[in-house]
């Protein structure tokens, strides 16, 4: 029996890999939600910069009529899911919500195998899906590795109204799907001063301390790419060694929606 599927964005910044982001899930997912913010969750009040790109790629891209934009000032993550959540809930039906960040790709064959674990009859008691991550530090060609240790929740039932913890990683029963993975281009950003920035919002989205970034910008990121013996360089105090090390990797290796056609990211990074 086919599922339905209806995926949610929160967003204020994070503009550069929205439209790949879109794409790569476009085919799998009924509607696209949208929770546009104006206020970033430090508080800062400033335009919103993925709206533009938004509104662009749907005028090309949305033959089927799947994109929803909702414009709230929300201030916290908690609070920009429970307005998409709440939205959902009481304007759509569908079986499942895609928890998906604007600088998250998907390739088709990880879509295909987690709708074989949504569908799956074994799998009827469990509320929230997660998957593994292949994470891009400094250049969309630097991938972490071994994969890092955070499984993130991607898929929860839509009778799940509320998004318990971080993500909703406390939502449970929880199931890890082992052999699907997404694409997380966390630090890839058009400059050093929106690094600087998402690292602040991260850690406040998660509800932990960061590490001193400006020792981290010197020690770590500076070297990355030129010294192969930097380690342990995961943002978030406690969880440094959860990003061990990077390997360089090439355009046949970046999700497939990148292989059709020249993205202005993949172009910077690679000239």
């Known amino acids: 029996m086919a599922i339905s599927v209806v995926a949610l964005y929160k967003t204020w910044s994070g503009e550069e890999f929205v439209d790949a982001s879109m794409a790569s899930i476009y085919k799998h997912v009924d509607k696209i939600i949208m929770v546009h913010s104006n206020v970033s969750w430090d508080g800062t009040h400033s335009e919103n910069t993925v709206l533009p790109v938004v509104v662009a790629w749907s005028i090309k891209n949305?033959?089927?009529?799947?994109?929803?934009?909702?414009?709230?000032?929300?201030?916290?993550?908690?609070?920009?899911?429970?307005?998409?959540?709440?939205?959902?809930k009481n304007n759509l039906q569908c079986d499942y919500v895609m928890l998906i960040d604007t600088d998250e790709v998907w390739d088709e064959q990880d879509l295909l195998r987690s709708q074989r674990y949504l569908e799956s009859p074994a799998n009827r008691r469990i509320n929230a899906f997660c998957c593994n991550l292949h994470t891009y530090v400094k250049s969309?060609?630097?991938?972490?590795?071994?994969?890092?240790?955070?499984?993130?929740?991607?898929?929860?039932?839509?009778?799940?109204?509320?998004?318990?913890?971080?993500r909703g990683n406390k939502v449970k029963p929880s199931l890890v799907m082992p052999d699907v993975f997404m694409h997380h281009f966390t630090l890839v950003r058009n400059n050093i001063n929106i690094i600087k920035h998402k690292i602040q919002l991260s850690n406040i989205g998660d509800g932990g301390p960061s590490v001193n970034i400006n020792k981290w910008l010197i020690n770590k990121w500076d070297k990355l790419g030129a010294d192969p013996t930097v380690s342990d360089f995961h943002i978030s105090k406690n969880f440094e060694r959860s990003w061990k090390g990077i390997i360089k990797i090439t355009k046949q290796d970046l999700p497939e929606v990148f292989q059709c056609k020249d993205h202005p990211m993949i172009k910077k990074f690679e000239g």
């Open 62 to 88: 949305d033959m089927h009529g799947k994109l929803i934009n909702l414009i709230y000032d929300t201030q916290s993550q908690p609070e920009q899911y429970a307005v998409g959540m709440n939205y959902i």
């Open 140 to 166: 969309p060609f630097y991938r972490i590795t071994p994969p890092e240790m955070c499984k993130p929740t991607v898929f929860v039932r839509s009778n799940v109204h509320e998004l318990l913890g971080v």
